[in-house]
């Protein structure tokens, strides 16, 4: 009945697309820029928001929840009653123990790292139960399960070469596999890449140079008539300076 009702919400959200691998530029000279690039399979526009973080502009930590002045924050581990599902640190206090497999965002003497690697004597760490992308290729392991395969709400954060960190988000029509963000994700730049708990969990907002956008795959009062529970924890930063 949940996923009955999830999904007549959503179909009652649609709105147009910006037509095949159409993708709008803006804030480009920002610490924080966004683009629009909308995936049509010749049914409904599927848009996603890809956001670029310039190498060292934004100081990235974690927690149960995101101040509201946060220039960015993303929804971070999967979740259940008792709390994030992996590693979380936060302050350098390991909140939760740290599970095998997966990915992190990490922040070690200052500096933001995603991957593969998830080291526990950190300042901060989210760990999530899925790897997506490893030296620029996409994880087959985990393209290859069958959940991966269905359409919803998905997050990837990544970093490039160069140091950027990149988020390829879903929009209110973005309901994608995640081979689909993951491709997006590659096309963007990103090496290294991890999706973040996805469905009714995907929260995240980011500020730019035109102002400041926020998604929830479920606002908070609908969430809270059928029972969903919040996030357990956050990404979030700050710029610089």
Do not use: W
Not at 15 to 37: K, L, M, N, T, V
Not at 152 to 158: F, L
């Amino acid at each position: 009945m949940k996923r009955f009702i999830f999904l007549a919400l959503f179909a009652s959200m649609l709105s147009s697309g910006h037509g095949f691998e159409a993708e709008q530029q803006r804030d480009i000279e920002y610490p924080i820029s966004s683009s629009i690039i909308s995936i049509s399979d010749g049914i409904i526009p599927r848009d996603l928001n890809v956001v670029i973080l310039k190498k060292d502009t934004v100081t990235f930590k974690t927690g149960s929840t995101y101040p509201s002045d946060s220039d960015f924050f993303i929804n971070a581990n999967f979740f259940d009653k008792s709390g994030p599902i992996g590693l979380l640190v936060v302050d350098k206090k390991v909140v939760s123990k740290k599970t095998p497999g997966g990915g992190c965002l990490y922040v070690k003497s200052g500096k933001t790292k995603i991957g593969k690697r998830c080291p526990v004597n950190v300042e901060f760490n989210a760990q999530t139960l899925l790897l997506g992308i490893v030296d620029g290729k996409i994880n087959s392991a985990l393209i290859e399960k069958s959940h991966s395969m269905k359409l919803d709400y998905r997050t990837v954060i990544g970093e490039t070469q160069g140091g950027d960190i990149i988020l390829v988000a879903s929009t209110r029509t973005g309901i994608v596999t995640i081979e689909e963000i993951l491709t997006v994700a590659i096309e963007r730049g990103v090496i290294n890449g991890i999706l973040f708990d996805g469905g009714s969990s995907v929260e995240y907002g980011f500020l730019t140079q035109t102002g400041r956008n926020t998604f929830k795959s479920i606002p908070g009062i609908i969430k809270k008539e059928l029972g969903i529970e919040e996030p357990k924890s956050f990404v979030y930063g700050k710029i610089k300076g």
